[in-house]
């Protein structure tokens, strides 16, 4: 029997002639290491020229078993070799795998593929998690103990305790591996929508807010205790017809005042309660009876003045009548008030003015109520129905005329 030894990058390559193809040949490594292969037919054959080693075989008298192949070379009686190479290198595969699953012993000399248990875990110190606490065991090492792996509420203020927090803080990562309580920031929220409303202060004109269907001229107003919309300006809210205005009852309070009768006048009044009322507009006219240097006598006037059509409808609802010189001696000066309509005519006041001796003026006339009015065209004029002893000088009297209420 011979042999041949040739070194391939950094591998023993052999062949033993003489030995049939499958034939086992033992092999066992001596307290250096080296291989020692018994030959059936042969006397032992060291290879010792070689210093050829298998790894693995560390131990005198640990042993291999090969065969050899159809090309005389010696295999491992597994078909694999035995040179060093890397565990997740392509000489090893494997199917079926769940990420996560670790290669771990199933026995003392068995392993698989498998998930990792918690049990096999080493070097758990006292404030780590694990698993092995028991209600009991949690009572009897008191709540003092550190945190275990007993199941019980994140509330609960037995197995949990704080201080110093601020009311709506809440506890949020601070980091990677870290966190704390703290105020929740408005940037970490997830989940708010375009139209959510939040604390972000902004203006009410800006680009955050938008509306449609809006009117040019509306306004953003209160429509109850806790809701709002445009619309209409409150204040035209309380404007009803045409011709209302508003007029103010105190200190930012506006109240409406209905449109007035066609040619009246607002007019202030303090006794309403917005201070103004709509009256009718007044007109004066004044009739020149007796020149100022001429005694007034008695007889129907012969100067009047016609009516325009600006006064027609109005009523005669004041006169007053006033003299240049008063009269002296005895008796009064009365004085009336004629209007011709056509052919008819009548007085216009009932009692009529009378002037005392003494008086320069008087105004206690009464208008008559079924002869106060006027038209277009009637004429009036200033009647005197008495004098006084020593009469006066100049006789003027002005008439008040006006619209009344519709």
């Known amino acids: 029997m011979s042999r041949i030894v040739n ?73 694999g070799g035995t040179s060093e190479h890397q565990l997740t290198g392509e000489l090893h595969t494997e199917t079926g795998l769940t990420t996560g699953h670790v290669l771990r012993a199933t026995g003392d000399s068995t392993f698989a593929f498998g998930q990792a248990q918690h049990g096999d875990l080493g070097g758990v110190g006292s404030d780590d998690h694990h698993a092995a606490f028991t209600g009991t065991d949690h009572d009897a090492i008191g709540d003092g103990s550190p945190h275990h ?5 994140v509330t609960s203020a037995q197995d949990h305790s704080e201080s110093g927090l601020t ?24 989940g708010v929508g375009e139209n959510d409303h939040h604390n972000q202060g902004h203006l009410l004109n800006g680009a955050d807010h938008s509306a449609s269907g809006l009117t040019a001229g509306h306004v953003l107003k209160a429509t109850g205790a806790d809701s709002f919309a445009f619309g209409v300006s409150p204040a035209l809210d309380l ?15 506006l109240t409406r005042l209905e449109v007035g009768t066609n040619d009246f006048r607002l007019v202030a009044d303090s006794s309403q309660a917005g201070g103004v009322k709509w009256a009718a507009e007044e007109k004066s006219v004044c009739i020149v009876a007796f020149e100022s240097d001429t005694d007034v006598t008695t007889g129907d006037g012969v100067i009047g003045f016609v009516v325009p059509t600006p ?39 009932a009692p009529g003015i009378t002037i005392e001796v003494g008086e320069y003026h008087s105004s206690d006339g009464t208008p008559n109520a079924s002869n106060d009015d006027l038209q277009t065209g009637d004429i009036i004029y200033i009647d005197v129905d008495a004098v006084a002893s020593t009469p006066p000088r100049g006789l003027s009297v002005t008439m008040t005329f006006r619209k009344p209420a519709a």
Do not use: Y
């Open 149 to 153: 792996a007993r199941s019980h509420a």
């Open 239 to 253: 404007a009803a017809a045409k011709g209302d205005i508003l007029v103010a009852t105190g200190a930012d309070t």
């Open 311 to 349: 006064l027609s409808g109005m009523d005669l609802v004041a006169a007053t009548a006033g003299v240049h010189a008063a009269g002296s001696g005895t008796g009064s000066t009365g004085i009336g008030i004629r209007r011709k309509r056509g052919a008819l005519q009548v007085d216009m006041l």
């Open 7 to 79: 070194q391939i990058g950094g591998f023993l390559k052999m062949k033993l002639f003489g030995q049939a193809s499958g034939t086992d040949v033992p092999l066992a490594a001596d307290s250096d290491g080296h291989l020692q292969i018994d030959v059936l037919e042969s006397p032992a054959l060291s290879l010792n020229a070689h210093e050829v080693k298998l790894m693995g075989l560390t131990t005198a008298g640990q042993q291999k078993q090969l065969k050899v192949a159809d090309d005389g070379t010696l295999q491992t009686s597994g078909g």
């Open 167 to 190: 009311a709506g803080h809440v506890l949020r990562a601070t980091g990677e591996t870290t966190f704390a309580f703290g105020q929740a920031q408005h940037s970490e929220l997830g």
